[in-house]
């Protein structure tokens, strides 16, 4: 049983404050859990509770720590850690808010994700076994190696150009195809004479003119690395749009154009007609823009895969709300949008039902806690981005995966997409 919840208040990768929630068992079992926090946050994402006030710059957790160690812990004290519904069910009530912001959504997922570890190390078992017990499967990596939007100073308006092996003969020979393809970019980026520093996710931030030109270069360095653009390597991107999108105008404030919905989507036809390496595409409308986005499903949806991040933040009820309305055929899972293992699950579970794919995700600000690798190859999910192939809080993750996919000697599947 739960003996006692405690929380305290770490950094993630960009220097902000963030939590880290324990969880011990009365058999004396420890599950701890970092929390990641994303800069391109859709609007309805759960909350997360921060200090303000003047204290490191008004981020500071201590209000959920506290929470944490105050509320939660009473509240969980005695309860079985293998109910994971249930003790998420609690500190839902608990909240009793439908965005978690009375308790903090970034409290309630740290004690949530440490249940499931404190769980997993109680009947001695790796997280990916306690979470999906014998149908596992390794997911299909997408990696970001060009940062722009907001996740870098390079100016570019896309926030993310992914690179992924759609041809591999395991998961590690996909990291080493991508780390080969990441070297060659450095290379050729620096010979074009661009900066080759890293964004927040890992991928490089040149100052590119236009989207053309960071595919072009992703083009070259896949080829130069010896390996063909779209049947070994694909691209998929995540403009992450609602960033761009004005809410008054209705226009997307793109590439130093002002486009309508309608101009976008053609925008969108025609870059994968010239680059159809490109095999998926993220937000490509705004979490405002439903309508745009359920056009661009009724058009481009047959053709290649369209992610909902923003617009569905990973909530159940807003996601099967996009399910009605015909938007995206794929979504993007992000534990801390919604705030809890069980909720996440349950979006996981809706996309299947209804035919949509889904990729789980780190965020922008991360930890090194590599939950998610765990949690992807339990969930059978299919797909992850979880960075490029620098910055420990991103490669940590991948190299989770090599673990794992080494203690079940290559025996696991692995997801392909496009199939
Ligand atoms: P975020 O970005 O973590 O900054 O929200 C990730 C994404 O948009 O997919
Ligand atoms: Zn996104």
């Known amino acids: 049983i739960i003996e006692k919840v405690r929380a305290r208040e770490i950094f993630d990768s960009r220097g902000n404050p963030t939590i880290e929630a324990d969880v011990i068992l009365s058999d004396g079992s420890l599950g701890r859990a970092e929390v990641p926090s994303g800069a391109s946050t859709g609007e309805r994402e759960a909350v997360e509770l921060r200090d303000g006030g003047s204290r490191l710059q008004g981020k500071g957790v201590s209000k959920a720590v506290n929470n944490v ?9 005695g309860q079985s850690p293998f109910e994971q519904n249930k003790v998420d069910q609690t500190m839902i009530d608990l909240d009793g808010t439908s965005n978690k912001e009375k308790l903090g959504a970034n409290a309630i997922l740290g004690v949530s994700m ?22 596992l499967e390794l997911p299909q990596p997408f990696f970001n190696v060009i940062n722009g939007g907001a996740h870098a100073d390079s100016g570019i308006d896309v926030q993310e150009f992914l690179l992924t092996p759609v041809k591999r003969d395991s998961f590690r020979d996909g990291v080493e195809k991508v780390a080969n393809i990441y070297h060659t970019l ?14 927040d996710e890992g991928g490089f931030a040149p100052k590119l003119a236009s989207t053309e030109a960071a595919i072009e270069m992703l083009y070259r360095a896949i080829k130069e690395s010896g390996y063909k653009p779209g049947s070994e390597i694909a691209i998929a991107l995540d403009p992450a749009s609602s960033e761009f999108y004005s809410d008054e105008s209705k226009k997307y404030s793109f590439e130093g154009k002002e486009l309508s919905s309608e101009e976008l989507l053609s925008y969108y036809q025609d870059l994968i007609k010239e680059y159809p390496a490109v095999i998926s595409i993220e937000d490509g409308f705004s979490e405002n823009d439903w309508d745009g986005f359920h056009k661009q499903t009724e058009t481009m949806g047959k053709e290649i895969q369209l992610v909902g991040d923003d617009i569905f933040v990973t909530n159940p009820t807003i996601f099967k709300e996009g399910i009605e ?8 899972i992000k534990l801390n949008q919604i705030g809890t293992v069980s909720e996440t ?3 996981i579970k809706l996309a299947r039902e209804n035919g949509y794919t889904t990729m789980i995700s780190h965020r922008s600000g991360e930890t090194g806690d590599t939950f998610i690798a765990d949690f992807a190859v339990a969930m059978n999910a299919g797909q992850i981005k979880t960075g490029s192939m620098a910055r420990s809080e991103r490669v940590e993750k991948y190299n989770q995966f090599l673990r794992i996919e080494e203690e079940l000697e290559g025996k696991i599947p692995m997801a392909q997409f496009p199939k």
């Open 186 to 199: 450095k290379t050729v980026l620096g010979k074009e004479g661009y900066e080759t520093a890293v964004g």
């Open 69 to 77: 160690n105050t509320k939660i812990n009473d509240a969980l004290h």
């Open 325 to 332: 309305k015909g938007v995206a055929n794929s979504i993007l």
């Open 114 to 135: 440490a249940t499931a570890r404190a769980a997993a190390a109680s009947q001695k078992v790796p997280l990916y076994r306690y979470l999906g017990g014998v149908d």
């Open 345 to 347: 699950i349950d979006t």
